[in-house]
């Protein structure tokens, strides 16, 4: 069985019935992470990655995915540790919260901005100031937002209340980790391991 790391099982809770999208070939020493969702009765799983390994679709999350995976039908959207290494943070945001259902949770633990040490391919750092620019801009409730300070990490649930005409990614609020402040960064040929 797939072992968790407890801040991610911690923000889950029951996934029984969910219709699951995970950003990221998620995996650690245990296994694949989708293998946990459909134990713990998820309805159906997706993954999507850059790389395409594990099962992963292979597309690229900083491009529109409107044709390619369904829009608007994941009871529940997550980003654990993947966000960060995305060079375009608006269309990446912008594809959260198109996949997310209406009523459906987008569940992301990312390293806290200027806080995760040996993290430093990382691109972005959303803050809790961001999650919660991002709720009232794009439709969401904030359901829990809270810094674990152990982990270095911004962990958050958010509830899609309504659909909004208009998507405004506050990508303003998004710390950049100042190695790469200007440099050019395409992304990577081959995604590292997220897990």
């Not at 072992?3 to 029951?14: K, N």
């Not at 491009?63 to 995976?69: A, D, E, F, L």
Request: charged share 20%; with cysteine.
């Amino acid at each position: 069985m797939v072992d968790l790391q407890q801040h991610v099982t911690r923000l889950l809770g029951d996934v029984t019935g969910d219709d699951v999208l995970e950003f990221g070939n998620k995996k650690n020493p245990t296994g694949i992470y989708r293998d946990w969702y459909l134990a713990n009765g998820a309805k159906s799983y997706c993954s999507v990655d850059f790389n395409g390994m594990d099962g992963a679709l292979e597309l690229d999350v900083q491009q529109s995915m409107i044709g390619k995976v369904p829009l608007g039908s994941y009871s529940l959207v997550t980003n654990f540790g993947f966000s960060e290494h995305v060079q375009k943070q608006e269309p990446f945001w912008t594809n959260a919260v198109e996949l997310t259902s209406l009523h459906g949770r987008l569940v992301c633990a990312c390293p806290a901005p200027q806080k995760r040490k040996g993290h430093g391919h990382s691109y972005w750092h959303p803050s809790t100031v961001f999650y919660e620019e991002l709720a009232i801009r794009c439709g969401f409730g904030v359901a829990r937002i809270w810094a674990d300070k152990d982990l270095g990490l911004i962990c958050v649930e958010l509830v899609k209340a309504s659909v909004v005409d208009t998507i405004s990614i506050p990508v303003e609020l998004i710390w950049e980790n100042p190695q790469w402040k200007g440099k050019s960064r395409p992304p990577p040929k081959t995604a590292p391991d997220y897990g």
